[in-house]
């Protein structure tokens, strides 16, 4: 397969899969259950989410390996097993892909923060590197650096995999909307000043997930495009924005309205559209029929 970026840069529309962590919820992870390792002990229940969104019809499919930093695994007192477990969450996801798909290993935030001085530069690289080798040698082609919100962590998650690994790097922050009318990721950083410094740590490419709706989503890339102007640029946009029922996040947006806004996002500048939070196979599908159409209006023009 070529590389991602390279079937963005010459005009391809690309589509990302949805949502893991409450499609896993419906299979029966309880709170405070480590997700992660159902790669293990669970192997067939995640290998049926990936196989699920590659049905969707997705062209790239992530990995159940959101939390899988030796700092997030020593939560559930599995440190000492983090290849063991991302090896297996990139070879379920490879085998769901098949040839044909790219597989982007997901990468989280550790929890731990360089400003409050938990954690120092050369801890959180190791974390990093450790987590990604073990990804490229479960059958990953990409990595997903994602939900990122210091751009230093992020600056370091990009570095590891770019010399520790021959993965293709997209990396993604999340946003929200700031009362002066813009956006921002809890830690200040606007998405321009985020796209700016992975770029310059050897991102392939950049983008937004969670946060958002898709329609938020619009104006985060066209910010996004004024500092990258020929880099790809991925969505992965929450069904809406969660509103708490009886102590539940509830996601607001059926497929079609997610849907809707997919031309704007393309018009936009977006290579990549996929789902976070609260989306489904259902959603994805729906966005995979609005990418196609893109792609036949663009062939007729």
């Known amino acids: 397969m070529k590389r991602i970026s390279e079937r963005i840069k010459a005009g391809e529309l690309l589509l990302s899969d949805g949502a893991w962590g409450t499609f896993l919820q419906k299979k029966g992870l309880k709170p405070g259950e480590c997700p992660e390792l159902w790669c293990v002990e669970r192997r067939a229940d995640v290998l049926d989410v990936a ?42 996801s490879r085998e769901a892909a098949g040839t044909d798909r790219h597989v982007i290993a997901s990468v989280g935030p550790t929890g731990k923060m360089l400003l409050m001085g938990d954690v120092t530069e050369a801890e959180l690289f190791e974390a990093f590197r450790e987590q990604v080798v073990a990804l490229e040698a479960g059958g990953a082609d990409g990595v997903c650096i994602e939900t990122m919100s210091a751009i230093d962590e992020a600056c370091l998650a990009v570095r590891a995999a770019k010399a520790h690994t021959r993965l293709e790097i997209l990396c993604t922050f999340t946003f929200q909307h700031t ?21 310059e740590a050897g991102a392939d490419v950049v983008g937004a997930n969670c ?91």
């Open 51 to 92: 196989r699920r969104y590659v049905a969707a019809g997705c062209d790239m499919i992530e990995t159940n390996s959101f939390g899988g930093t030796r700092f997030k695994l020593d939560f559930f007192g599995l440190q000492d097993r983090v290849a063991e477990i991302n090896r297996a969450a990139a070879a379920i």
């Open 179 to 199: 009362a002066d009318g813009g956006y921002h990721t809890m830690m200040g950083t606007s998405p321009a000043e985020a796209v700016a410094a992975v770029l």
């Open 211 to 301: 946060g958002q709706g898709m329609e938020q989503m619009i104006d985060i890339v066209r910010e996004m495009r004024k500092v990258a102007a020929h880099v790809p640029i991925m969505v992965q946009a929450n069904a809406g924005l969660p509103r708490n029922v009886n102590g539940v996040d509830v996601f607001p947006e059926t497929p079609e309205m997610t849907a809707h806004w997919v031309p704007a996002a393309v018009r936009a500048g977006v290579g990549i559209v996929g789902g976070c939070c609260g989306t489904t196979p259902e959603h994805i599908a729906a966005i995979g029929k609005a990418l196609n159409q893109q792609k036949a209006a663009g062939k007729k023009s």
